[in-house]
Nanobody, 115 residues
Framework: QVQLVESGGGSVQPGGSLRLSCACS????????MYWVRQPPGKELEWVSG????????SYADSVKGRFTISRDNQKDILYLQMNDLKSDDTAVYYC????????RGQGTQVTVSS
């Protein structure tokens, strides 16, 4: 069955960096658009970034543009999100999603940015 497993979250100070990973299985990873979405505490789910099946057409929410980089390894079926210059507003549970922003997600990984 389809599985998406996020990892790499943690607690960092403002200005710090984290790299999230999403290990995927149960589907042809290289055939699908993939997305990162996040849910800040007490708020709704929001789109963060997306990437085409071949690593093309990366796109970002304005709030993370220039700080986050999405990438994928179609040999290993892993989606990545490199997050630099983290801010307190980036605190959220981060999920990877298959095929659409509202697509199937994993269990999420917590990112906390705090001094």
């Amino acid at each position: 069955q389809v599985q998406l497993v996020e990892s790499g979250g943690g607690s960092v100070q403002p200005g710090g960096s984290l790299r999230l990973s999403c290990a995927c299985s149960g589907f042809t990873f290289g055939s699908f658009w993939m997305y990162w979405v996040r849910q800040p505490p007490g708020k709704e789910l929001e789109w963060v970034s997306g990437i085409g099946p071949y690593g093309n057409h990366p796109s970002y929410a304005d709030s993370v543009k220039g700080r986050f980089t999405i990438s994928r390894d179609n040999q290993k079926d892993i989606l990545y999100l490199q997050m630099n210059d983290l801010k307190s507003d980036d605190t959220a549970v981060y999920y990877c999603a298959k095929d659409s922003v509202g697509g199937q997600r994993g269990q999420g990984t917590q990112v906390t940015v705090s001094s």
